[in-house]
Nanobody
Framework: QVQLVESGGGLVQAGGSLRLSCVAS????????MGWYRQAPGKERELAAR???????NYADSVKGRFTISRDNAKNTVYLQMNSLKPDDTAVYYC?????????????WGQGTQVTVSS
């Protein structure tokens, strides 16, 4: 059973920084891509940042230049460094891993961690 454990959320003032971590465990297959998605109240879940197994990254336009995603493959861990935070970044942040088996690629979600940015 694949499990994802997120940490690092919290309350921060605008302009501040937070670092999110997500550790994946329980997979018999290699983890391909890992990413962070976010969902603000009343809005749909959206991609914030994603990183492939080879290290290629993509970001939402709204976070480019402020957020940095990275991963430690040996630890099955993905990080999201968030700088220059804005009140609009307030959301529940979810970690997602994509695991490729012989048959298909499956996505697994973490439980989410709250990030609140005060003005």
């Amino acid at each position: 059973q694949v499990q994802l454990v997120e940490s690092g959320g919290g309350l921060v003032q605008a302009g501040g920084s937070l670092r999110l971590s997500c550790v994946a465990s329980g997979s018999r297959f290699s983890i391909s891509a890992m990413g962070w998605y976010r969902q603000a109240p009343g809005k749909e879940r959206e991609l914030a940042a994603r990183i492939t197994g080879g290290g290629s990254t993509n970001y939402a336009d709204s976070v480019k230049g402020r957020f940095t995603i990275s991963r430690d493959n040996a630890k099955n861990t993905v990080y999201l460094q968030m700088n220059s935070l804005k009140p609009d970044d307030t959301a529940v942040y979810y970690c997602k891993t994509e695991i490729t088996t012989l048959r298909a690629t499956y996505g697994y979600w973490g439980q989410g961690t709250q990030v609140t940015v005060s003005s």
